[in-house]
């Protein structure tokens, strides 16, 4: 079984490079062996390709910039995912996200290999402060109905690990705030919850400068209302 990590990078307030260095020691580090990562890098210099040239050499790597588009979070990822051509399945992972640690990988593939019909899985996971040395709190994933609204009881999509093939869905380009939440959304209605990893695979860094942490209420109040004319919700409170 082969597993792509769809990885978007972007200068991430000139953290970028740094994130992606300490990821790529978490990913040298596992226990499973075959994968690959696939870089989509919306960066205007080089310091994304020569942190990834630098791993080249003890990690797969699929390199691509991306030159249009730079300031949509869901395309960049969607861009890595369609570049995890051949692989299995697809583990989704934020730039300032991490593998928690050398077992993350072989612990979902565990989880796969009980459950080969399934479409979607998503895991437990832990939150670190900046440095990625502190952990702060554990949170394992729930579905509930109001995902669709932004109830958000999975997590980020570093937790996600989707199935390569037929089924595949991709991120509303639309949305950043709610980008998960739509996804989540569109997988439950399509095959039910996802299949839980209980261990912890993922630590979410927990940073000032995260981009969800700098969004405005007219933007917030803008995808809650995209939303709920893509599926016909009700009317909900403004954020303003």
Same mark, same amino acid.
């Given at each position: &079984?082969? $597993?792509? $990590?769809?990885?978007?990078?972007?200068? &991430?307030?000139?953290?970028?490079?740094?994130?992606?260095? #300490? /990821?790529?020691?978490?990913?040298?580090?596992?226990?499973?062996?075959?994968? !690959?990562?696939?870089?989509?890098?919306?960066?205007?210099?080089?310091?994304?390709?020569? +942190?990834?040239?630098?791993?080249?050499?003890?990690?797969? $790597?699929?390199?691509? *910039?991306?030159?249009?588009?730079?300031?949509?979070? /869901?395309? @960049? &990822?969607?861009?890595?995912?369609?570049?995890?051509?051949?692989?299995?399945?697809?583990?989704?992972?934020?730039?300032?996200? #991490?593998?928690?640690?050398?077992?993350?990988?072989? =612990?979902?593939?565990?989880?796969?290999?009980?459950?080969?019909?399934?479409?979607?899985?998503?895991?437990?996971?832990?939150?670190?402060?900046?440095?990625?040395?502190?952990?702060?709190?554990?949170?394992?994933?729930?579905?509930?109905?109001?995902? +669709?609204?932004?109830? @958000?009881?999975?997590?980020?999509? /570093?937790?996600?690990?989707?199935?390569?093939?037929? /089924?595949?869905?991709? !991120?509303?380009?639309?949305?950043?705030?709610? &980008?998960?939440?739509?996804?989540?959304? *569109?997988?439950?209605?399509?095959?039910?919850?996802?299949?839980?990893?209980?261990?912890?695979?993922?630590? @979410?860094?927990?940073?000032?400068?995260?981009?969800?942490?700098?969004?405005?209420?007219?933007?917030? =109040?803008?995808?809650?209302?995209? $939303?709920?004319?893509?599926?016909?919700?009700?009317? *909900?409170?403004?954020?303003?």
């Amino acid at each position: &079984m082969t $597993i792509g $990590i769809a990885l978007p990078c972007y200068a &991430m307030k000139h953290k970028g490079a740094e994130f992606l260095d #300490f /990821s790529f020691q978490k990913i040298s580090e596992q226990t499973y062996r075959n994968l !690959f990562v696939s870089i989509s890098d919306h960066c205007s210099d080089n310091r994304i390709e020569d +942190v990834a040239r630098h791993w080249a050499d003890r990690i797969e $790597i699929r390199y691509q *910039r991306k030159t249009y588009n730079r300031e949509n979070a /869901s395309d @960049n &990822m969607n861009v890595a995912m369609k570049n995890c051509e051949g692989a299995d399945y697809i583990k989704l992972l934020f730039q300032d996200d #991490f593998l928690y640690d050398e077992y993350a990988i072989e =612990n979902t593939v565990k989880v796969i290999e009980a459950n080969p019909e399934a479409k979607w899985f998503t895991s437990a996971c832990q939150h670190s402060d900046e440095s990625g040395l502190n952990f702060t709190r554990e949170f394992h994933p729930a579905w509930n109905d109001k995902i +669709v609204e932004g109830v @958000n009881t999975i997590s980020s999509p /570093s937790v996600i690990t989707l199935k390569n093939d037929d /089924s595949l869905q991709y !991120f509303d380009l639309n949305l950043f705030w709610l &980008m998960d939440t739509d996804l989540y959304h *569109r997988y439950h209605e399509k095959y039910g919850e996802p299949v839980i990893i209980n261990e912890v695979t993922i630590a @979410n860094r927990l940073w000032g400068s995260q981009a969800t942490n700098t969004l405005s209420d007219e933007r917030k =109040n803008n995808e809650h209302e995209y $939303i709920k004319q893509k599926y016909c919700l009700p009317n *909900r409170k403004s954020y303003a």
